[in-house]
């Protein structure tokens, strides 16, 4: 095989869109997933639901909850749980930064994207925010217009 191709013919990028209207982002990492295989074979068919997704700490280990993939077709009795919570893969040192960080009051890691690397692994995209009031919604809503219509001008 070359090493200059891809194993994987076929891109995975999951966005949460919601996630950028509904929080400020402070911080970003990528963290690897623990998963099982009829996992994995769901996300490379794009079988994923990121909107109501959410990270917590438990014992100093950081999970996401509520992040739904769904079972695997041609799965057997083998298949997986399609909202079990599943284990986050950081190091040490940014585990415990963002420990301290999301005891602050109004912070929380919010799943933002979930793709797959060249080497074949599922990476989710975390991002340490802020949740914003109505009227930054609104200010974020009305500078979306804004660049719309400056770009509608320039053609």
Do not use: W
Request: net charge positive.
């Amino acid at each position: 095989m070359a090493k200059d191709k891809p194993r994987f013919a076929k891109t995975v990028n999951i966005k949460n869109r919601k996630a950028s209207y509904e929080f400020e982002f402070i911080d970003k990492y990528t963290a690897g997933m623990q998963l099982r295989g009829s996992e994995i074979k769901s996300i490379r068919e794009s079988l994923v639901n990121l909107q109501d997704a959410f990270c917590y700490f438990r014992k100093d280990e950081l999970f996401v909850k509520q992040l739904h993939i769904a079972p695997y077709a041609q799965g057997s009795h083998y298949n997986h749980e399609s909202d079990r919570e599943r284990k986050l893969l950081l190091n040490k040192r940014e585990i415990s930064k963002l420990s301290e960080k999301s005891k602050e009051k109004g912070l929380s890691i919010i799943p933002t994207r979930l793709f797959i690397t060249d080497r074949g692994f599922a990476k989710l995209e975390i991002v340490l925010g802020k949740g914003k009031k109505l009227h930054d919604k609104r200010d974020s809503i009305k500078e979306k217009d804004v660049k719309r219509e400056l770009e509608r001008m320039r053609f």
